[in-house]
């Protein structure tokens, strides 16, 4: 029986694109959330028209975000932003509970050509050096959390783990994979579109010893010092050699869903799935916020904001344009 057969069989609608199926293999002590994103993380690249290698790694960051922003239980918002010296010198996604997702990347677009000519596109090469933040807010009458990973030379597969090990301290393994689809059948000019695709697992026993991780590298330790060796886990080395499996061509395969993804992985243990979190292209960009900021400037501002009698503001997420005369305010 086939696992669209199986779901058949049990009354669930799959997943399908766009939304993040969260699990649990439970004899393993694994929960994680598995996420296949199309038409959404397509029109956000599509609208932004990057240079594919920019898209591209917008594309990761953000199937990362979905990936964790959807574990938000309270009404707030997940952030993701670069600050780097590389050909890709920002990104900043931002998730808005329950489903908005919006992203923009600031490049140097000489230098990403480069790069591309010179076949270093991966992610270490475009970002350079700098820090990655991770930022929750809960709102204005709670505080925000913020934790920062250093980017010197790593994934954004690594730029999780660390993340984890360091603030929540959590085994976490993380596969991230965007691909490019040509499709034919359009007519004369093939149509171009985004896909990504992610999962997310997390080793959490009832005991938490059997959480144990390797301490970080601390960069200042004396020459031939000794690392902490420790054995993990059992169940935990499993279930984190299952995920390391995934291919990059499968995670961007227009015919893969989370559940086969997630069967394909865990069949052998038993993998429970919930019901999924659908995601949206939003903004949060607004008439009324935009007339709020402007109205916090003082006038001098405005008058070197004007350019021939008004004043043009264009989200940088978006794209959407608002137009005003200095005199509305």
């Not at 230098?111 to 990655?132: I, K, R």
């Not at 393994?173 to 000019?189: H, I, M, P, S, T």
């Amino acid at each position: 029986m086939s696992v669209q057969d199986e779901l058949e069989r049990l009354g669930v609608t799959p997943a399908g694109r766009d939304a993040v199926l969260p699990f649990a293999v439970e004899p393993l002590d694994v929960r994680g959330r598995a996420v296949m994103l199309g038409p959404v993380l397509n029109r956000i690249l599509e609208r932004h028209a990057y240079p594919a290698p920019v898209s591209r790694l917008l594309g990761e960051a953000a199937t990362l975000v979905a990936l964790l922003g959807t574990s938000l239980k309270f009404e707030g918002r997940f952030t993701l932003q670069t600050t780097t010296d590389g050909p890709v010198s920002m990104l900043v996604v931002d998730f808005q509970t329950p489903d908005g997702l919006r992203c923009c990347a600031q490049f140097d677009a000489e230098a990403v050509a480069a790069a591309e000519a010179a076949g270093q596109t991966d992610t270490p090469s475009l970002l350079g050096h700098g820090h990655l933040a991770m930022t929750v807010d809960q709102g204005a009458a709670m505080n925000r959390y913020q934790g920062i990973v250093a980017l010197d030379g790593i994934t954004l597969e690594e730029v999780a783990h660390r993340y984890f090990a360091q603030s929540e301290q959590i085994p976490t393994v993380v596969r991230l994979a965007v691909g490019e689809v040509l499709d034919r059948r359009a007519g004369d000019k093939p149509r171009h579109s985004w896909l990504a695709g992610g999962v997310l697992a997390q080793f959490l026993p009832e005991a938490p010893e059997r959480m144990r991780q390797a301490d970080l590298p601390p960069g200042d330790a004396p020459e031939g010092s000794i690392e902490h060796q420790f054995e993990e886990d059992d169940a935990w080395r499993e279930a984190r050699a299952l995920v390391e499996t995934l291919r990059d061509d499968e995670l961007g395969d227009p015919e893969m869903t989370a559940e086969r993804l997630l069967f394909r992985l865990f069949h052998e243990r038993g993998v429970r799935i919930f019901a999924p979190q659908p995601l949206a292209d939003r903004c949060r960009c607004s008439d009324d916020r935009i007339r709020g900021m402007l109205k916090g400037f003082t006038t001098e501002e405005r008058d070197d904001m004007t350019v021939e009698g008004r004043i043009e503001v264009t989200c940088r997420f978006c794209n959407t344009r608002y137009d005003y005369s200095p005199d509305e305010f």
